[in-house]
């Protein structure tokens, strides 16, 4: 096969593995950054 088209795989084969790793870390960290602020309030009242 031709590097080029091996090389356009190896890449494709990164983001289809960083892209959804990233996503759910982000939204994870939004949601334990989001729970960590309301369980403060609540420890104020």
Request: hydrophobic letters at 45%.
């Amino acid at each position: 096969m031709n590097q080029h088209i091996d090389l356009i795989y190896f890449l494709s084969s990164l983001v289809m593995v960083v892209l959804p790793l990233g996503v759910f870390s982000w939204l994870t960290y939004l949601v334990i950054k989001t729970y960590r602020r309301e369980r403060g309030q609540q420890n104020l009242r």
